[in-house]
């Protein structure tokens, strides 16, 4: 009886199935065309780390091209995730700052990107395995 109250009751619990977290941190993931060399991907990846330094909310952005060819899920050079840290701030602002994030990232044409946190990326990744 017990458990029909409760199973009845779940529908009235907000949220969802993956809490949002609220980190300091985003990772930012930037793809161009198959072939594209590593000298570009450092010399885009210098420009949009100038660019999104230039946003007063971030501390600093860390790149990381490609990943280790015998690893689980490999990335070649055309490929790179930047981590974005945040200086301290209310995390109320969290969906502006991705907002300016994101206006920033579109004045790079070629390229596409994606945002998350890092907690919610590996999250997924496990989910998707």
């Not at 793809?31 to 501390?59: D, F, I, K, Y």
């Not at 596409?112 to 590996?122: E, L």
Request: aromatic fraction near 6%.
């Amino acid at each position: 009886m017990l458990c029909l109250l409760a199973i009845g009751a779940l529908p009235f619990f907000g949220g969802s199935f993956l809490p949002q977290l609220w980190e300091k941190t985003f990772v930012v993931h930037m793809a161009t065309l198959p072939g594209t060399s590593l000298e570009e991907s450092l010399r885009a990846g210098a420009e949009v780390t100038r660019a999104l330094l230039q946003n007063p909310h971030v501390g600093s952005v860390a790149q990381r091209i490609g990943r280790a060819e015998l690893g689980d899920d490999t990335l070649g050079p055309h490929e790179s995730e930047f981590d974005v840290s945040l200086k301290p701030q209310d995390a109320s602002d969290v969906e502006q700052l991705q907002g300016e994030l994101r206006k920033t990232l579109a004045q790079f044409p070629g390229y596409d990107f994606s945002m998350n946190s890092p907690g919610g990326a590996a999250q997924l990744r496990r989910l998707t395995k």
